[in-house]
């Protein structure tokens, strides 16, 4: 029998992991990426050994060479270590560590056939079944089943689905980057970071985030996170229906809340400077929340159209599982159509549902107690069956 053709839109952590996963088992797909090919994502994420070690053997790497290629501070020799004490409360296995999200995604596009800038613009099915992916830079390609891993603001379930809508939690984070020089860090961050890549605490309800990003002889890229529960509807910094394009305009409240936290120990006090800040890209996050029901997964796969990772079960930015729920979701679609052929993927979603659940369940209930409150399950309503 023919192997169908297989496209899979988007090149983050899910599609990379798919591709990969497919293409050790003899399955070809090809990639479809937005963005250009240069390196990206130069920020760390947290990976769980029940996620990651599954990956290893279609990387053809034992999972020390795996942590010296992709831990934030692999380029000194280090292993992206947590200190469980200050960061604690993510439900953390053991042997967990901080990557760097470039240097996983390089090691994970290796062999891939991923074409980048392919903005996805359109996606039609043709009288014969196939689709049609229309892109922004005026090619197109055909495809017999198109896996959706676009993420929350994915094209192919807006234009299928369109009546799910991402849940906005009630939460106000910022999001930035600073490099700093070796000297700097040495003497102002170092002791802070002695046993730990990341660094956490909370100031008057405000959970502040610093962690190492990447590391070289030379400096360091540190990432840090101003979050907080919503105040209301009047809440200056918590904007639930702005726009995308808006992520980057920061209300001078927030440089007025940042000014106002006193007592801050290092690298606190140094990094969530008002007058450095200012400097610094800021971006203004969503805490979104998505699990697209059941039976609309599988009206739109029958029709050879699959949702995962994200675009399926988004959970927000802080306190989730995202990345490793996509690992998970890649890993395992992988072998099941390896084993089970194209043909029983509503099977697969049956399988994996709740799984998907209790995710989301677990996330929430995550970013309520980081922030101090009681633990909500915030399901999105487009969830109830």
Request: net charge negative; aromatic share 8%.
């Amino acid at each position: 029998m023919t192997q169908p053709s297989i496209s899979i839109v988007g090149a983050g952590i899910c599609g990379l992991t798919l591709g990969r996963c497919l293409l050790q088992r003899g399955v070809r797909a090809t990639l479809y990426e937005k963005a250009s090919p240069r390196p990206r994502n130069f920020y760390a994420i947290t990976l769980q050994p029940s996620s990651y070690r599954s990956l290893l053997s279609a990387l053809n790497i034992n999972e020390s060479a795996f942590k010296s290629c992709v831990a934030v501070d692999a380029d000194i020799g280090g292993a992206g270590n947590i200190n469980t004490t200050a960061y604690g409360y993510r439900n953390l296995e053991p042997a967990s560590f901080r990557a760097n999200r470039s240097a996983f995604e390089s090691l994970l596009r290796e062999d891939l056939d991923v074409r980048w800038e392919h903005r996805l613009e359109r996606i039609e099915q043709e009288a014969g079944g196939e689709y049609t992916l229309s892109f922004a830079n005026g090619q197109a390609a055909t495809s017999d089943i198109v896996i959706d891993a676009e993420g929350p603001h994915s094209v192919i379930r807006q234009t299928f689905l369109p009546s799910i809508e991402p849940l906005v939690l009630p939460y106000v984070a910022f999001n930035g980057k600073r490099r700093v020089s070796r000297a700097s860090f040495d003497s102002l961050y170092a002791k802070a970071f002695a046993d730990s890549s990341v660094l956490e605490v909370r100031h008057d309800g405000v959970v502040l985030n610093v962690s190492v990003g990447s590391v070289s002889a030379q400096d360091i890229s540190l990432n840090w996170i101003f979050s907080r529960p919503a105040r209301g509807s009047l809440d200056p910094l918590h904007n639930p229906s702005r726009s995308n394009s808006a992520a980057r305009d920061i209300p001078e409240e927030f440089f007025a809340e940042v000014a106002a936290m006193t007592g801050l120990a290092q690298p606190f006090a140094d990094i969530f400077n008002p007058k450095s800040l200012r400097n610094e890209r800021i971006l203004h996050w969503l805490m979104r929340s998505i699990l697209v029901p059941m039976p609309e997964l599988i009206s739109v796969a029958e029709k050879g159209i699959w949702l995962v990772g994200d675009s399926a079960h988004a959970e927000q930015i802080i306190g989730g599982g995202g990345a490793n729920g996509a690992i998970g979701d890649a890993v395992d679609l992988a072998q099941w159509i390896a084993e089970r052929s194209t043909h029983t993927i509503t099977s697969w979603y049956t399988r994996r549902y709740q799984t998907w659940q209790e995710g989301q369940d677990l996330s929430h209930e995550c970013i309520a107690v980081i922030h101090g409150e009681p633990e909500t399950v915030h399901r999105p309503a487009a969830a109830l069956m």
